[in-house]
T-cell receptor
Framework: GAVVSQHPSWVICKSGTSVKIECRSLDFQATTMFWYRQFPKQSLMLMATSNEGSKATYEQGVEKDKFLINHASLTLSTLTVTSAHPEDSSFYIC???????????FGPGTRLTVT | AQKVTQAQTEISVVEKEDVTLDCVYE???????LFWYKQPPSGELVFLIRRNSFDEQNEISGRYSWNFQKSTSSFNFTITASQVVDSAVYFC????????????FGQGTRLTINP
């Protein structure tokens, strides 16, 4: 149980285009989802926290107009990178948790490359 | 503010050696959670352990063991009789007990086990 999927697993896009990454909890209802970004050989940095049906809470320094997060249902959150630039190239990881348990279940990550 | 420090950036040992990964944390909370995650080259985070701040008992799981000492704010991880498959980046993380329970990650330790 407690499986989180991400789609796509990798994506290449051209500079200036937008790309959407999906995060799904497959066998549980995720009241809270988190989005992280990880640059090569660096740690995971939390970008934002989203609760189902509410606006996401962004960490300091993260542009909310650039990284649009939608947590429309208890099993799906999406991250849209708008007008992507090469510096947005990174590994994006989502995690999900229920309201009952402290565990965060991580997705497999999405590798974004902007050319 | 919460902070996790993993002072060892990279460790390289020969197979069958024991190795300890250090983790020091800072928090003002009296109730919190500590975690260890493994990130193999595939990128997907693998959950290893969660500890709450009230449970200072050491834990052993097979070749893995954890030493939690509140007095020194440390949560160290030891691999006994290391194997090549243990090669990965290991992250220590801290989360608050209330609120969104956001995870704060350490910088990670890249462990290489040489045959």
């Amino acid at each position: 149980g407690a499986v989180v999927s991400q789609h796509p697993s990798w994506v290449i896009c051209k500079s200036g285009t937008s790309v959407k990454i999906e995060c799904r909890s497959l066998d549980f209802q995720a009241t809270t989802m988190f989005w992280y970004r990880q640059f090569p050989k660096q740690s995971l940095m939390l970008m934002a926290t989203s609760n189902e049906g509410s606006k996401a809470t962004y960490e300091q320094g993260v542009e909310k107009d650039k990284f649009l997060i939608n947590h429309a249902s208890l099993t799906l959150s999406t991250l849209t990178v708008t007008s992507a630039h090469p510096e947005d190239s990174s590994f994006y990881i989502c995690s999900a948790r229920t309201s009952l348990y402290y565990e965060q279940y991580f997705g497999p990550g999405t590798r974004l490359t902007v050319t | 503010a919460q902070k996790v420090t993993q002072a060892q950036t990279e460790i390289s040992v020969v197979e069958k050696e024991d190795v300890t990964l250090d983790c020091v944390y800072e928090t003002r909370d009296t109730t919190y959670y500590l975690f260890w995650y493994k990130q193999p080259p595939s990128g997907e985070l693998v959950f290893l352990i969660r500890r709450n701040s009230f449970d200072e008992q050491n834990e052993i799981s097979g070749r893995y063991s954890w030493n939690f000492q509140k007095s020194t704010s440390s949560f160290n991880f030891t691999i006994t009789a290391s194997q090549v498959v243990d090669s990965a980046v290991y992250f220590c993380a801290l989360s608050e007990a209330g609120g969104a329970q956001k995870l704060v990650f350490g910088q990670g330790t890249r462990l290489t086990i040489n045959p």
